[in-house]
């Protein structure tokens, strides 16, 4: 393994790494006093080491650090504290776990002391979904959705979503900037409702993705009270109208017809394994929609982002979409694209789509030879050892290379590149969603070159999955527009602009 440390002269995704002083706010929210203490006092003679962090601003604590820095507040309380440290945020302790040891212990759960803790934070969002269930229901129904995401099933998802994302930028505003995050969002719903619901997305499958997106807006929300009005009361109306018209969609009728994800779930289980009930694949296909949505979106917006910031490895990426899939490609052509797939796993550890697993201790316990009281909240930080420079070659560069096949970073430790997760709740829809960042990114390439404006650097937030606060200002240009290979590209100039900042 090569350690490098970064040069303080070194300002490539500085921001990932350490938390921004720039703005008079920023400076004002570090300012405040650490207020520095233990979590629990261990049992006498148990031998524990009590868990040590910081208290901070009177109830807020750190949840505006958590929410504005991301993992780079989270990185600053592992060099601080350790592995295992805590941080109050808005009134609650939480644990703060990071370092490849203490992740992979929670995650693997050997002695059952974690639960999944999303419910708690988030809210009712994710019930009867996967990540919201223990052993030993998890575990059964894990088992019969597995088939929703076998090889078959895949690719009929896959040949869906790679047409739609086709038809969809047809219509993207090309040679004026334009916010890319909402039309990420808005492109991920396009090429979600066939694949997962069988639906086309004009008209019905945009008011479901829309009452799916007031869900997720819901995990987030400050004010938590069924107020009309309230952002949690329209969630909780969404919610019950898409479990209404799911149910209503498998009940009765019988298994489903049809490649899509809803049906094949429809069919899934043999008699002796127990099926799903009608409301069952309701509650997990809404939860399939709520992950699948954002993580992917926000994969493809870090990967636009990088490709739009590199514009060699977009050419890279380009060159091989065009000479080795078909229009538009399968599963396996799309498998093929091994340098999209290392750009995309490259921007997706720089930008990790879903930085955090929650857990609960549910009996007291101990972590790295420090002591947990049950009922306590932990937060597990994946995206922490992505950028580690004790596990990764100069971790806040984009280089895709550290994938390729000899060099194989990520081998140096299970839990140096985890945006997946892992453990028991590890993505069950892993393939499903790098195969569509794939699918959207290859329609995206094929028909555009993209630019950011000159030196700009994104300002990454935290509050749901990350995105950039400005909306990310991109430039399109058809390449339908440009000579056959004349050599005047959208990044022409390259000796400024982004390219410099190498
Ligand atoms: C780039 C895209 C994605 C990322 C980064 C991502 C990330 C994750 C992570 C980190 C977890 C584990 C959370 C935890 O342990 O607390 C998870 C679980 C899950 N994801 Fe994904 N996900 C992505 C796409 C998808 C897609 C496309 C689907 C479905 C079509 C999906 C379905 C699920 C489900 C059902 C679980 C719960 C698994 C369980 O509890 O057993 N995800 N995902």
Redesign the pocket.
């Known amino acids: 393994m090569t350690t490098r440390q970064e040069s303080p002269r070194d300002a490539e995704n500085l921001r990932l790494v350490a938390m921004d002083t720039s703005h008079r706010f920023d400076r004002v929210l570090q300012s405040f006093p650490r207020r520095t203490g233990e979590l629990a006092a261990p049992p006498a003679g148990s031998g524990l080491l009590p868990v040590r962090g910081d208290r901070g601003i009177p109830f807020v604590g750190f949840g505006i650090h958590t929410l504005r820095y991301g993992p780079a507040y989270q990185l600053q309380l592992l060099r601080r504290h350790g592995p295992v440290s805590w941080c109050q945020a808005f009134g609650r302790k939480v644990v703060v776990v990071s370092g490849p040891d203490a992740v992979q212990a929670v995650l693997a759960n050997k002695d059952k002391a974690f639960a999944t803790g999303?419910p708690d934070v988030i809210g009712p969002w994710f019930d009867g979904?996967?990540?919201a269930m223990n052993a030993p229901e998890?575990l059964g129904h894990?088992r019969l959705m597995q088939a929703a995401y076998g090889e078959e099933a895949l690719d009929a998802y896959v040949r869906c979503m790679a047409e739609d994302a086709h038809t969809a930028l047809e219509r993207w505003p090309a040679g004026r900037r334009f916010a890319a995050v909402a039309a990420i969002r808005e492109l991920s719903g396009q090429v979600t409702t066939r694949a997962i619901l069988g639906l086309p997305y004009e008209p019905a499958g945009r008011r479901i993705m829309r009452a799916v997106e007031e869900c997720i807006r819901a995990e987030t929300a400050a004010l938590r009270l069924r107020i009309p009005g309230t952002l949690w009361h329209r969630a909780y109306r969404a919610r019950r109208q898409l479990l209404t018209s799911l149910t209503r969609a498998v009940a009765g009728s019988g298994p489903r017809e049809g490649d899509d994800f809803l049906s094949v779930l429809s069919r899934v289980g043999r008699e002796d394994q127990g099926r799903f009930d009608s409301r069952q694949i309701a509650e997990h296909t809404l939860?399939?929609l709520i992950?699948?949505h954002d993580?992917?979106a926000a994969?493809t917006m870090a990967t636009v982002y990088f490709l739009g910031r590199h514009p060699e490895w977009q050419d890279r990426a380009r060159a091989e979409c065009l000479t080795g899939a078909e229009t538009p490609p399968t599963a396996a052509a799309l498998s093929r694209l091994e340098t999209l797939d290392s750009v995309i796993k490259e921007s997706?550890r720089l930008v990790s789509?879903?930085p955090i697993?929650?857990r609960v201790t549910v009996k007291d316990t101990e972590l790295l030879g420090h002591y947990l009281p049950a009922g306590q909240l932990v937060s597990v930080c994946t995206a922490v050892n992505q950028l580690l420079p004790e596990l990764w070659d100069r971790p806040q560069h984009f280089d895709p290379e550290r994938f390729a096949e000899g060099r194989n970073e990520e081998r140096v430790h299970r839990l140096a590149w985890a945006?997946?997760?892992s453990g028991?709740?590890?993505?069950?829809?892993m393939h499903?969603?790098m195969l569509?960042?794939k699918a959207t990114l290859e329609a995206m390439l094929r028909r555009f070159e993209w630019r950011l404006p000159d030196g700009y650097e994104a300002p990454w937030r935290f509050t749901s999955l990350p995105a950039p606060s400005d909306g990310l200002p991109v430039v399109l240009r058809p390449l339908r527009e440009r000579p056959e290979h004349d050599g005047q590209r959208l990044h022409g100039n390259r000796e400024t602009g982004s390219d410099r900042r190498q």
Request: hydrophobic share 40%; charged share 10%; glycine share 12%.
């Open positions: 999303w979904g996967l990540l998890h894990r939860f399939t992950a699948s993580t992917t994969a997706i789509p879903s697993n929650m945006p997946f997760g028991q709740h590890k993505c069950i829809g499903f969603g569509k960042v």
